[in-house]
């Protein structure tokens, strides 16, 4: 079912040329024009150059180590798209999301702003509520018409959804949408938050968990006060952070699973990024997952400024070898779409299927460490230590054909368990049953042993979400990560946030001024009492 690249050799679909230089399509950082783009190695850097007809010449640097991009680049996988588009293709990419018939990927996660009101005035935030001058706030009809909407696509129902916005926890219907979700079956649901209620309110984490919430998302910046002076607005929120961490972890009867979601900026936090996997190794029981997010930048920033000052991919790489020992290599490192190759051998094998994410290789990278006491010792060792991945991938991609092609289960699995030898458990303590994890993940597709097998170990990720200066087309068309919006489109994320900028669109046709907000509030508030008075 794929269209599988293995370093550079197989791209049966067109548009993604491996290999340097490379010409693409981008945007113009001042008025937004699509511009010609090309992406070339300069110093070990890689660079993305354009020129606009009306504002001149932009460079950028797209990932800041060629050795990082390179090794991500032999992981490029194409995905089979969506069977039931939502638009067609009029102007070209990326001005018909979406999903329109050229987007390579199905849904691997899809954010649903709630509102675009927030509890707090971060200086970086790119949905930028508080600025807006309007506000965003699709009811509670609309919320489950868009999880309907992602619900439907084909062949794989998006399985996760992730409230967003604004600050999600506010929004007047909370518990009732995280509810709602649960009744059209989305297997993994998660807030993007700030902390700030999870922290105040004592019982809202257990609320969020008995309604049905998977994972929190928490925005966390580092420890240093500076960090969030500069990021927050906020010299002491790392409070309200630990705060909230240690209410998710008092959630009954387990606690709630909790993604630490650093935004990376240099000068600012970088120099954290170590300390927050160690704090996250020392938190297994709440903390599942560190996620970095390179900061993106907007507004017009001189050359130079830019040049120095963007923290990409391959320098949370470097940053991660020198400031910690966890892991051995930059190559401990795979790219996102290395994930689809589970699931496309899960889908061979069950004739099913499955979610795959299959983003372009240039967007984000992942690893898992383990943590395990030797001789009362604490140890922690990347993924790579005790798996070939390489081997394991290699040969799975090789076998793919076939499998596609097979027509009995036990033959097919048969052939898959071949893989198995590319994992040595005898480096770990009762092999922590990895291996039969793994088998048991290909064998039935089953989410809960992705889950067992995360609670194994800390998962490490980061993605580079794509501004206008280093906006390029060929890793749009391939995006995972998508906005259900209330016109009944699935837009990539790096699309509505940028590039054509469908957020600000969007939000304006289905906003309210603040006054007619204060209203509806009002409105809502004497309805709340209203039910309350009858019950
Ligand atoms: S980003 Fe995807 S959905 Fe949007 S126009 Fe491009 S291919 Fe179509
Ligand atoms: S959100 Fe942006 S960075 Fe992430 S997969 Fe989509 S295009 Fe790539």
């Given at each position: 079912m794929l269209k599988r690249g293995f370093k550079g050799k197989v791209i049966q679909s067109h548009k993604l040329k491996l290999g340097l230089p490379r010409i693409t399509v981008s945007t113009c950082p001042i008025c937004g024009r699509l511009v010609p783009a090309r992406v070339f190695e300069r110093d070990g850097k890689v660079i993305i150059e354009k020129e606009c007809p009306y504002h001149g010449h932009f460079e950028d640097v797209y990932n800041g180590d060629v050795e990082v991009y390179e090794f991500m680049e032999k992981w490029a996988v194409d995905g089979i798209g969506l069977r039931n588009p939502n638009t067609s293709v009029v102007k070209g990419c990326p001005w018909d999301c979406g999903l329109c018939s050229l987007h390579f990927s199905h849904s691997g996660i899809v954010n649903i702003d709630l509102t675009n009101r927030c509890n707090m005035r971060c200086p970086i935030c790119f949905a930028n509520a508080a600025a807006a001058g309007y506000v965003y706030e699709p009811d509670l009809e609309e919320i489950v018409a868009m999880m309907e909407l992602v619900r439907s696509e084909l062949p794989v129902p998006a399985p996760a959804v992730q409230f967003a916005g604004g600050e999600p926890t506010i929004y007047p219907h909370f518990f009732e949408v995280i509810r709602e979700a649960k009744r059209l079956g989305f297997s993994q649901i998660q807030v993007a938050t700030n902390g700030l209620k999870l922290a105040e309110e004592s019982d809202f984490c257990q609320r969020m968990a008995d309604a049905g919430m998977n994972t929190v998302y928490l925005q966390f910046d580092g420890f240093k006060s500076e960090t969030y002076a500069k990021?927050?607005?906020?010299?002491?929120?790392l409070e309200v952070k630990m705060r909230a961490i240690e209410n998710c972890r008092a959630v009954?009867?387990?606690?709630l699973a909790t993604v630490l979601v650093p935004t990376v900026l240099r000068g600012v936090n970088d120099d954290e990024v170590g300390q927050i996997v160690s704090f996250a190794l020392d938190n297994l029981d709440v903390i599942r997952a560190v996620n970095f997010q390179p900061v993106s930048l907007s507004g017009r920033i001189p050359q130079e400024a830019l040049l120095e000052g963007r923290y990409t991919l391959g320098d949370l790489v470097n940053d991660l070898l020198a400031q910690t020992d966890y892991f051995n290599s930059k190559e401990d490192f795979f790219p996102v779409p290395v994930a689809g190759i589970i699931s496309e051998l899960a889908s061979a094998i069950l004739n099913k299927p499955y979610v795959a994410f299959t983003s372009s290789p240039y967007c984000g990278l992942a690893t898992y460490l383990f943590k395990y006491s030797d001789g009362g010792t604490e140890k922690v060792i990347p993924i790579t230590e005790f798996v070939d991945v390489e081997g394991f991938m290699r040969e799975a991609v090789e076998m793919l054909p076939d499998l596609e092609k097979g027509k009995f289960k036990i033959f097919k699995l048969l052939r898959a368990k071949r893989l198995l030898k590319y994992i040595d458990e005898g480096k770990l303590p009762q092999g922590m049953g990895i291996k039969k994890l793994l088998w048991s993940l290909i064998g039935t597709g089953k989410r809960e042993y992705l889950a067992k097998f995360h609670w194994n170990s800390l998962f490490i990720g980061a993605m580079h979400f794509m501004d206008p200066y280093d906006y390029d087309v060929v890793r749009v068309m391939r995006c995972v990560v998508h906005y259900a919006t209330p016109d009944g489109r699935i837009i990539p994320f790096c699309s509505y946030n940028t590039g054509p900028t469908y957020r600000r669109l969007i939000e304006m046709k289905f906003s309210m001024l603040p006054q007619a907000y204060s209203r509806r509030v009002r409105e809502i508030a004497a309805e709340a009492v209203v039910a309350k008075g009858s019950v």
């Open positions: 990021a927050r607005g906020d010299p002491n929120f009954k009867p387990s606690p």
